[in-house]
């Protein structure tokens, strides 16, 4: 597979460095592919004495399957010194509640307003592909992996991955975001990134089964031992079989 594109992400020196089939070229542009009626946990903002700190639900789909995860955004509250606050990780994304735990203190945090659950299992029951948990009124869970408006994206826009975040209210779906400022090598290596996204690509979005080919009626009747002699041939046939008889 051939890559043909602008912008560099962490799986691409599989690419060069890796004998494949090149008969197929894919082109990575990231472009907005719309909004979508779909749901992602609402951003949580906590805040301390030196920082303020937001986390916000986001999905990464790849290759069929649905990842949630959230994005944490740290940025200095008044009076802090933003000399020391630059050797801050300012946004980073996270997969599972541990490592959410190794960068947020939830302990020392507050958050910015009162839930009915506790901010720290919304996060976990996010993270586990399950949301609705923070609100009091809606007690049926969402299950992320059962949405089939997610799912059909990958074969309704072709696309082997996106992302899915709330912007300014609505729910934003873009193609092929850098996947290392996602931080989605924590979920697979490059070499396994690489070998899912070839895979995905070359076997589920290009299928040949389903490519729909026009068949003219000169190729339906070649199909059935016809060519362009054959109706002719025929007719000579019965043009002398009638000047036979008058002779």
Known sequence: MRLISKIHDYYDG???NTVHDKTYTFVRETLSLGTID???????????????????????GFCGQLFPCVRIERTPSHGYNIIDFKYYNHVVYVYNLDDIENIVSF???????????????IIASWLKGIEGVSSFWNRTPYDIQQDTKLK??????????????NQDGQITVESYPVLKKMCFFKIYDAYTCFQKLEQFL???LVKPDLVDVKITDKLKAETHG???????????KKDNIMSSKLN
């Open 38 to 60: 779909s749901k992602v946990m609402k951003s949580i903002l906590f805040h301390s004495k030196t920082e303020f700190i937001t986390i916000s639900g986001e999905i990464v």
């Open 152 to 165: 059909q994206i990958f074969q309704d826009k072709r696309v082997a991955y996106f992302r899915v975040w």
């Open 202 to 204: 070359t076997n589920e």
């Open 226 to 236: 016809f060519d362009k002699w054959s109706f002719r041939k025929e007719s000579l």
């Open 107 to 121: 302990a020392l945090m507050e958050p910015d307003r009162k839930f009915y659950y506790s901010p720290k299992d």
């Open 14 to 16: 599989i690419v060069k």
